[in-house]
């Protein structure tokens, strides 16, 4: 069964500072899909940045990057230049795309920017 | 565009009380699902759609049903409200193909349970 860990309940950065974001998986299915979502204060669920198991290069969207290693089990999003309005709560997750299934969420990681 | 959309945003009932959560996306996305978030447990699926027509259950399906009207709109229902229902309830619909997977949400409906 597939399954997602956020070892990291908060984090603080300083801002104008770079942030990772920690998350592994676990799954058997060669073919899965990654995705981190922000939720801000105001509870709505933002779609931030995508990674397919099979893409050679890490998944990249304006100051959003993944940190796609294969081979150890983890996703971790990279946050550049951090600003106030990255503070909100980080989710990570995954799809296994063979069985079509739907996503599955880590608990989260609330990031604190401070000025 | 819409996107996601759901009604109502917020809901006060009482134990033992029934209603019905609306869902509806205008992206033509065949997927839909229902997932509830509570504080520390991020989102837990409760049912899902993989096509109009088609339902299944997800983690915590119990205490709820499910309707796909058509392939717009995706219900949720509680029979018999209870206070461990008490949660926010996120709809979303998925995009798929040409080398893309994205599941965009609806705004929420904060549901209270007394």
């Known amino acids: 069964a597939q399954k997602i860990t956020q070892t990291q309940p908060g984090m603080f950065v300083q801002e104008k500072e770079a942030v990772t974001l920690d998350c592994t998986y676990d799954?058997?299915?060669?073919?899965?899909?990654l995705f981190w979502y922000k939720q801000p204060s105001s509870g709505e669920m933002i779609f931030l940045i995508y990674?397919?198991?099979?893409?050679?290069q890490n998944a990249t969207e304006g100051r959003y990057s993944l940190n796609f290693q294969k081979a150890r089990k983890s996703a971790n999003l990279v946050i550049s230049a951090s600003q106030l309005g990255d503070s909100a709560m980080y989710f990570c997750a995954m799809r296994e795309i063979s069985g079509n299934t739907p996503l599955v969420f880590g608990k989260g990681t609330r990031l604190s920017v401070i000025a | 565009n819409a996107g996601v959309t759901q009604t109502p945003k917020f809901q006060v009932l009482k134990t033992g009380q029934s209603m019905t959560l609306q869902c509806a996306q205008d992206?033509?996305?065949?997927?839909m699902y229902w997932y509830r978030q509570d504080p520390g447990m991020g989102l837990r699926l409760i049912y899902y759609s993989a096509s109009e027509g088609t339902t299944d259950k997800g983690e915590v399906p119990n205490g709820y049903n499910v309707s796909r009207l058509n392939k717009r709109e995706f219900s949720l229902r509680l029979e018999s409200a209870a206070p461990s229902q008490t949660s926010v309830y996120f709809c979303?619909?998925?995009?798929?193909?040409?080398?893309?997977?994205?599941?965009?949400f609806g705004p929420g409906t904060r549901l209270t349970v007394l």
């Open positions: 990674q397919g198991s099979y893409d050679q």
């Open positions: 799954t058997s299915d060669p073919s899965y899909g």
């Open positions: 979303a619909s998925r995009l798929q193909g040409a080398g893309r997977d994205t599941q965009y």
């Open positions: 992206m033509n996305h065949n997927s």
